[in-house]
């Protein structure tokens, strides 16, 4: 940020006129008059671009703060990290004290960030002087610093009070050592204040001062002064929608100067300006007494108690949990309500506003406990190796975090967390803040015998409450089933006898922690295959795992088809009760001439594109080639076919897999995989003939 070190008698000049000496308007002069030719040039360009460190100490002594003593509330206009507003200190200075005097409320501005907003889409992101800004704001003046400072890009706004209101007439501006002495008569006099700190430039707002009230103002101001509480625009330079915040950082007198040590090095106060409150009379906010009731119930605030010494209608506002966000939008009406969704205490903040000035006022509120409540459900029934879903609904009239406890015989003990605010440890997907908090919580659980069980549900809420509700499962005896039966082969557009191993499996689950027996029938009066799975493990050939509720058995096995044909392969699953299921699949193994011929058929089904050109021409060159095979096969010329497929087909499509590129019909690299996987098959199967 840039920042004029003459502002106080940059403006003071416009009132008094060109004679090179200072008359001061609504405020005190300065120690010395300035003459014109120290102003600052266009080289002079101050930035602020640092880290603040600042003090979180609580400060010792004593405060006097503008808002305990001439009500209204402390603002913090901040900047984004966007490109329009990085220099502009001055311009959020001149709307935090617009707002606290009234000064802003025009057109339709609502807030400080309505008027930093409208500086920013007026003026260029750049240096300026406080009160000339304020000054653009009254009548609408522009004075031009020249290249390097801040100007107006964007015509049509400033000029909100003249007339009938001047600047002149309600601001105090200083530039000298006693800046903390003119902060402390500012601010006891009702005013906004600003200051211009210096290392670099940069503009603040001040809304208090520290003092040590054993030392004597008169005699020893350097001793009595102790820190000033500021809101800063640079405070959360880099974070977007910063929050407010309001900030103490100590002062020391050395040097013949006011400096804020701890607000970052050699920073120091040498420029003051105050602002007036628009005449007549601060709204007083009175939000009653303190309120107590029950979490998810409505509790209703009044400020019927807040008055306006100048008869002016009030609009009110509240803020329920004190965190500077406004709840409510204005209304005329006193009263609000609002529910909180747990127990709490805490502060609620009401804002009058008669058109022209604000107050504020906040009250307690304590929000009790209530205890949750669960639904009746049950009783249930279930088959088993069926999912058993057990179902239940618990309601806190509050926002309360809600623990289910299921309690199974023979069964896990399973507790589900439901964090309403959506940020617990393991959270479920509830919304956060909501009341009341019904939550519906299913667990799963699988019985591996008949029966009847206990359950017994416990629901906890975060503050101790506690219910309990219990009912029973009655579980129903099943036989086993197959849940997957899958064949994978080498090559998915047809089977060979002997060259191409099948491989199937299959996964049986049974409902209890029976034995499983998997049979598998080929079809082909080849031996069945065979495979006991032992849930408790203990068998010959035991299944690796524990006794289980369902038992879940996954076998594999291969199998080699001998000659071209259709087979019906049976899988027989049998549990150790006699439970049975049995599952078919049919197998499909072709011969040398169907499988060269769903190689020509893919070959001639190809798009055009895949090929290296003359698309037709090569299709017709290839099922040539193939007819060629017929007459070798009828003639068991297998050695001949070997030749023909591997020297002749398969050379013009393997260049990118294992070939000459050159020789390529078909350029697509995915597509001559698949012919040449084909051939190879094909060759491979001829060969057992040799």
């Known amino acids: 940020m840039k920042r004029v070190v003459l502002v106080v008698a940059l403006i003071a000049l416009l009132i008094a006129g060109t004679n090179g000496s200072i008359a001061w308007a609504g405020g005190e002069p300065s120690d010395s008059a300035i003459d014109m030719q120290t102003l600052p040039d266009a080289g002079e360009k101050f930035g602020f671009d640092g880290v603040i460190s600042f003090t979180a100490d609580i400060p010792t002594g004593s405060s006097y703060m503008l808002i305990d003593n001439w009500g209204g509330s402390w603002c913090d206009a901040e900047k984004d990290p966007g490109p329009d507003d990085d220099i502009l200190c001055w311009a959020a200075t001149a709307s935090n004290m617009l707002e606290w005097t009234g000064w802003g409320f025009v057109s339709t501005f609502d807030d400080t960030d309505d008027m930093f907003q409208e500086y920013q889409d007026h003026w260029t992101d750049e240096g300026y002087v406080l009160g000339y800004g304020l000054v653009w704001w009254f009548d609408g003046t522009v004075i031009d610093l020249g290249a390097g400072w801040a100007s107006v890009d964007v015509p049509g706004s400033g000029d909100f009070w003249d007339p009938p209101y001047a600047y002149v007439t309600y601001s105090a501006e200083y530039l000298g050592s006693d800046s903390l002495q003119h902060i402390d008569s500012y601010l006891h006099n009702g005013m906004a204040v600003g200051l211009g ?38 405070d959360n330079k880099n974070v977007w929608n910063p929050p407010d915040m309001l900030r103490y950082y100590e002062v020391a007198y050395h040097d013949g100067k006011w400096y804020m040590d701890n607000y970052g090095g050699g920073w120091y106060i040498d420029e003051v300006i105050g602002l007036a409150p628009f005449p007549g009379n601060r709204p007083v906010a009175n939000a009653g007494a303190s309120y107590t009731g029950s979490e998810g119930s409505a509790i209703v605030f009044s400020g019927a108690a807040s008055s306006d010494a100048d008869g002016d209608a009030l609009q009110y506002r509240w803020d329920f949990d004190n965190d500077r966000t406004w709840d409510t939008a204005w209304s005329s009406s006193p009263t609000a309500s609002h ?65 289910f406890t299921w309690e199974l015989q023979l069964g896990p003990t399973i507790v589900s967390k439901y964090y309403n605010d959506g940020v617990g440890p393991d959270p479920l997907p509830s919304p956060g803040g909501i009341y009341p908090f019904s939550v519906t919580d299913t667990i799963g659980h699988t019985y591996g015998d008949n029966g009847v069980y206990n359950v017994k549900l416990t629901v906890e809420d975060d503050d101790g409450g506690v219910a309990t509700y219990s009912t029973t499962i009655t579980v129903n005896n099943v036989a086993p089933t197959v849940t997957g039966h899958s064949m994978s082969h080498p090559n998915e557009q047809f089977i060979l006898p002997i060259v191409h191993i099948l491989s199937f499996d299959a996964t049986a689950t049974d409902p209890g922690s029976d034995d499983l027996t998997f049979t598998w ?25 524990p006794e289980i509720n369902p038992m879940t058995a996954t076998d594999t096995a291969e199998h080699v088809y001998s000659a071209p044909g259709n087979y019906t392969v049976i899988l027989t699953v049998t549990d150790d009760d006699g439970g049975t299921t049995t599952t078919t699949r049919v197998v499909h193994v072709a011969d040398a001439e169907e499988a060269k011929h769903i190689t020509n058929q893919y070959i001639q089904e190809l798009p055009d594109t895949a090929f290296k050109k003359k698309a037709s021409n090569r299709k017709a060159a290839f099922d040539n080639m193939f007819g060629a095979l017929d007459d070798m096969l009828a003639a068991e010329a297998y050695d001949g076919m070997i030749q023909h497929l591997r020297n002749n087909i398969r050379e013009r499509v393997d260049g990118k897999v294992d070939g000459k590129p050159n020789n390529d019909w078909i350029t697509d690299q995915t597509v001559q995989q698949e012919i040449c996987q084909k051939i190879d098959d094909i060759t491979a199967y001829l060969e057992t003939f040799l």
């Open 197 to 234: 700190i210096h290392n670099g430039g940069h503009v603040i707002t001040c809304w208090g001062f520290n003092y040590d009230p054993g030392v004597n103002k008169s005699t020893d101001p350097h001793n009595y002064y102790k820190g000033v509480w500021v809101s800063d625009s640079d």
């Open 339 to 403: 529910a909180w969704g747990d127990d709490y205490c805490g502060t609620v903040v009401l804002e009058v506003f008669d058109g022209r000035l604000r107050d504020i006022d906040t009250a307690t509120v304590t929000v009790l406990n209530v205890a949750p409540a669960i639904t009746p459900f049950g009783p249930f029934t279930v088959d088993e190796n069926s999912h058993l879903s057990l179902t239940a609904t618990s309601d806190d009239p509050g926002s309360d975090d809600l623990t």
């Open 521 to 545: 029938d080929w079809g082909d009066a080849s031996p069945y295959d065979t495979e006991i799975y032992y849930n408790n493990g203990t068998g010959p050939d035991p299944y690796p795992s």
